[in-house]
């Protein structure tokens, strides 16, 4: 047995064998064969190449199916490489005259072949070293009978233990097969941690040497409440444990109140609790616990782990059956946010050194028009029943703000043209996460409807702390005096101007600071779905006045333990000792 320690980022108890994903990488070895094995492995290469084709027209057949016949088409281009005579004519030439074996032929006669286009100055040929790349992998498994981690087809339950899990990656997991998620790397608010909990996956990431310890059929324990990972128990660790998961499923039912019970404090101050959403199968346990509404919805999660950007109607489709199936509440939809550690699958993106830093969210989009105005018109579109807002994300100054609402002005302009309908009074907000943004929130407020404040960045550019980088987690302080001030002063700003304010960052469904930031004046808060009870109960069961009272002390305090420290002590003080363990979890 060994007990791991990472960073507890989704609470639970997940117990099941391991899945250990690999890194994407294949080691193919290089042999010297005789002559007489030269048929063989021109037969072996024919051979793969026809199970290979197999392997896609059955994958082709299913995607067009599930999803459409649109998607399906994006397999053509793998077929036109399986069936490409120079490629196949090169490999042939290696294995007869350099007498190497077909594996480290084929890889060969790829790498020269995606060189080559990679040199060309053609965009499209460019795109296609993406497909090339993809299908020889497969090829290659086939030769060496590798069998690919095809997260999709899961048959049996398991615990997935991996380096990293990119957020498509995450997104396109199937949730009933998996009874929780490890990570070498990663923080509380790495992506892949966000999903993990808005869909109940008990989580733990920041292991760092996770993936060395165990192997795929191994026994292991996941506690995302408190960060452990126990690979290979003793039986009597695993009866612990096994309580320990029904005593946490039990506390989470326990938790459970009414749907439509308002936030309202003791003395009458409402707030709004809403959801964040990334996929659409969230949105049955948004509403199961009791959201009046979605404050945020990642868009960019419809454009991850494809190739093609998705077209407006294919959007419109997907933005309107959510505002459909969320009225009469309102949904906030942020534009996309690709960029940080979410990537489209385009060549055209550049790795970049500091991608947080870097060509990301709305400075993609700015730079990117065309995709940009796609996005806005589905949005638009989608607005009909007027409980659509619109929100831009990673605003670091009012030149930003205006620019991007030249382009919705712009395509409002055109849908009329078009005669289509849409909310002309549309919302549109702008995301403080960005220092400058936040110390020029009184500009700002002047020229948008609403903000939301994403603490998640804020706090990351604020503090100058990695949010994925587990080595520096521990300076990742939402309490940080720095962070608190910045806060009030967005808060201030915004009412000074006549306009609410939320919260759509993790900060928001943490009790301890909800409590603050109700006294601070925040109007919304949009957190994952399962938090929404413990925030409701929370409000439910003190005093505007009290939490308007703790602000000024705790403005004072020095220090991120300090202020948590006093904060507890203050609820401590106002609620019944069982609330607090119950909305505290302590
Ligand atoms: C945030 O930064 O707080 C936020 C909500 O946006 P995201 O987590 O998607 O960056
Ligand atoms: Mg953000």
Redesign the pocket.
Known sequence: MIKLKGIGVSGGVGIGKVLLLRKDELTVPKRKISHDEISREIYHLEESLIDTRREISNLQKKISKEIGFDHGRIFEAHFLVLEDRVLIEDVIMQIKNKHVNVEYAFSQSVKKYVDTLLKLNDEYLRERVIDIEDVSKRVLRKMLKEKAATLSDLKEKVVIVAHDLSPSQTASLPKENILGFVTNIGGR?S?TA?IARALRIPAVVGVEIATENVKSGDKVIVDGSSGYVICRPTDKTLREYHKKSTAYAKEVKAIHIPRALKARTKDGKEATISA?MELPEELSLVKEYGAEGIG?Y?TEYIFLGRRDSPSEDEQYAAYLSVAKDISPHSVVF?TI?IG?DKFLSRPEVPKEMSPFLGWRAIRFCLAHPDLFKVQLRAILRASVKKNVKVMF?MISGIEELRQAKALLKECKKELKSERKIFDEDIAVGA?I?VPSAALTADILAKECDFFSI?????IQYSLAVDRGNEKVAYLYEPGHPGVLKLIKGIIDAAHNNNIPVGM???MSGDPLFAFLLLGMGLDKFSMSAPQIPKIKELINSINFENAKGIVENTLKLHTPKEVEKYLHSELKRILTSESYRNILMV
């Open positions: 608010t992506h966000i964040n945020l990642r942020r946010d940080g994300p995301m996460e994403g603490t998640n960045d804020l759509c960052g993790e």
